[in-house]
């Protein structure tokens, strides 16, 4: 059966180059390729781009490991791997397991995220029930260094530590983490304080006698901005600890906005990062309104001459962001259509009057390029007053991700 046409196509070439300029970027010098493992980020169905098509996509770039936010993210991510028939790559679950999550913890060889003692309990009886021995199963301890949002702070370090330290645990700390918030601020002060507390614990952790392998920090800004290359392997040298990195956001070909101002070397890489998405619709019917005639809910917008109105296959639902009614616009025959009047559940108006030729059946582009004209995610942003983030991943499931052209050229 055809679907009611409204889509998006991705490019896993865009994503794979996206990956690559990830990679040389953080390497501290040519000698050295791969200092810092880059986790590719894949939460959120993959930022709305679609797990399927990506996860498998970024263990083809060289992703070893993969980031998800829950335990049935991971799950899916090992399925999709699998059937996609790449290298099995490690699953960390940023988010970390909720209640009674542990046994599919361990069926499906996920990483856990953790920082609360109930998880500890959890995961150790999921351990046990399978038969795993000592120190057998690798967990990632959170630190918490600032944000205020996971992790344990120095106040509870102790005695968390103390959880792994009798020699019978199934767990084992493989991986110290922490999240910087303030990674796309160019002073980079909040940034510097966070890796100073996150070296005193490091340092508290090695001392109770701990042997992380990996510390794992850093977002796509903190990727861009270069603090992965320079503090982050200067701190995991001083340790002995293998550096991680999670970007996500640049994997999906965008730059997260600096402030004040973009540091020199964000610009440069920036313009490496190749858009995956397109997010596409066709126009439903095309019909002429004399001026006067309103259109949509409340009737917003009021034609102001005779104009030519095409109806178009998208709304709310669709994750077409309600902000962007009368404000926003869509690509038809390379042209800008402003959007016109409130945007519905399930359609949208658009203003064809200065586009000739629009008929039924023609291809609306909402995200990505047609002819010379493009429109981006940050572009959506600002018209709905969000971040791109949200853009991306608050376009729903029903429109289908297909795989488009393998690269869209910068
Ligand atoms: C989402 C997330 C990231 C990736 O952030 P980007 O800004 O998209 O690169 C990294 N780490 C954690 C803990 C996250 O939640």
Redesign the pocket.
């Given at each position: 059966m055809n679907s009611r046409p409204c889509w998006v196509e991705i490019s896993t070439g865009s994503f794979q180059n996206n990956y690559q300029v990830l990679v040389q970027s953080s390497a501290a010098d040519a000698a050295d390729a791969r200092p810092v493992e880059l986790l590719a980020?894949v939460?959120a169905d993959a930022?709305g781009h679609g797990l399927a098509l990506c996860a498998p996509a970024a263990v083809q770039a060289g992703a070893r490991w993969l980031?998800v936010?829950s335990v049935e993210e991971g799950v899916a991510t090992r399925k999709f791997c699998a059937e996609a028939g790449v290298a099995e790559p490690e699953i960390l679950v940023?988010?970390g397991p909720f209640p009674g999550q542990s046994a599919d913890v361990m069926a499906h060889r996920l990483t856990a995220v953790v920082w609360q003692g109930w998880q500890l309990d959890e995961l150790e009886a999921a351990a046990r029930a399978v038969g795993c021995e000592a120190g057998t199963v690798p967990v990632h301890l959170e630190l918490d260094t600032g944000m205020s949002r996971?992790g344990v702070g120095t106040g509870e370090l102790d005695a968390i530590l103390a959880r792994f330290l009798d020699g019978r645990s199934a767990l084992r700390v493989g991986g110290l983490?922490t999240?910087l918030y303030a990674?796309d601020e160019s002073d980079g002060e909040a940034t510097r304080e966070q890796l100073e507390l996150t070296a005193r614990m490091v340092e508290r952790v090695l001392a109770a006698g701990l042997k992380p392998e990996w510390l794992n920090v850093?977002?796509?800004?903190a990727?861009l901005a270069g603090i992965v290359p320079r503090e982050l392997l200067s701190i995991c040298d001083r340790f002995g600890m293998k550096a991680m990195a999670?970007?996500?956001?640049?994997?999906y070909g965008l730059a997260?906005e600096f402030v004040p101002d973009e540091p020199e070397v964000v610009s440069e890489l920036r313009g490496k990062l190749r858009r995956v998405l397109e997010w596409k619709t066709r126009v439903v019917s095309v019909r002429s309104v004399e001026a006067g005639r309103v259109v949509g809910y409340n009737g917003t917008f009021v034609a102001t001459e005779p104009m030519r109105l095409a109806l178009l296959a998208v709304g709310y639902a669709d994750g077409l962001n309600r902000a962007l009614s009368n404000r926003g616009a869509v690509l038809i025959g390379g042209q800008r259509a402003p959007i016109v009047g409130r945007i519905s559940m399930d359609q949208a108006v658009v203003d064809v009057t200065e586009i000739s030729g629009v008929v039924a059946g023609d291809e609306v582009v909402l995200l990505g390029q047609q002819g010379a004209e493009s429109i981006t995610a940050e572009e959506h942003a600002r018209w709905a007053g969000t971040i791109p983030?949200e853009i991306f991943t608050s376009i729903a499931a029903r429109a289908k991700r297909i795989k488009g052209v393998e690269q869209i050229s910068a």
């Open positions: 980020i939460k930022y980031g936010t940023i988010g996971q983490m999240h990674a850093g977002n796509s800004a990727v999670r970007p996500g956001l640049a994997l997260p983030w």
